[in-house]
């Protein structure tokens, strides 16, 4: 299977090729950045085909982060990963930032909880815990801080996420110390791909899972209000 997949969630503009069978990546590219997702994802997206060798056509899925996110950020790859599936007649899925995050610490013989958090500001959270096998323990939620830390009960956890950091810093002292502290600002593009090849697209479309709703309201929105 050949997918490209598509990361603008976060602080990251990136994308990729993998080939499933020889698992390889035939190409994959990331930039940094909080701003202009818009202006950099189609360039190097074009980038990426190109060094792949690959056509649209050839591709068998399309593979998005849908969040949680920036807002902007989310609608630009989302939109761009449709567009692409539509003109070449491509299922298109979505791939979790929470998950893509946590993926390359799930190991199925493991008993470590994995916990991804994404900074939502003013004193929260997007977060999920994970067991080592991946079952979910705390589903995806919006939280303060204080809520994140009861998933302590499953024992000192890896912590994963652009919120990792802020987490680590503030971890209640009464409780055994996080695993280890990855506050990396985006989810690795390659398990936003693996994820991506792996899902049922009938159970992961294209949408945005924002966890909450956007702050700017469009002019159809504040008339109802």
């Known amino acids: 299977m050949l997918v490209l997949a598509i990361d603008t969630a976060l602080e990251s503009c990136s994308a990729a090729v993998l080939d499933t069978e020889a698992e390889i990546f035939r190409a994959r590219q990331s930039l940094p950045m909080k701003r202009g ?44 990963a449709r567009g692409l599936g539509l003109a070449a007649h491509r299922p298109v899925v979505g791939v979790t930032t929470l998950a893509a995050y946590a993926a390359p610490l799930i190991d199925g013989e493991s008993r470590t909880p994995v916990i991804a958090a994404i900074d939502a500001r003013h004193g929260h959270v997007y977060a999920q815990a994970f067991s080592g096998d991946g079952t979910t323990l705390i589903k995806p939620a919006i939280m303060p801080l204080e809520d994140v830390f009861r998933a302590v009960r499953f024992g000192p956890a890896h912590l994963v996420g652009n919120a990792a950091g802020m987490l680590a810093a503030q971890w209640p002292p009464q409780f055994d110390p996080p695993s ?43 008339a109802q209000r």
């Open 37 to 80: 997702h818009a202006e950099a994802l189609m360039p190097l997206i074009d980038e990426v085909m190109k060094a792949a060798g690959v056509s649209y056509a050839a591709l068998d899925r399309i593979a998005v982060t849908v969040g949680p996110g920036s807002f902007t950020g989310l609608r630009v790859g989302i939109s761009a």
């Open 180 to 222: 280890s502290v990855d506050p990396q600002p985006a989810p690795d593009i390659a398990w936003v791909a693996w994820l991506g090849a792996s899902v049922d697209p009938d159970e992961a479309p294209p949408r945005p899972y924002y966890l909450r709703a956007p702050d700017a309201k469009t002019r159809a929105e504040l």
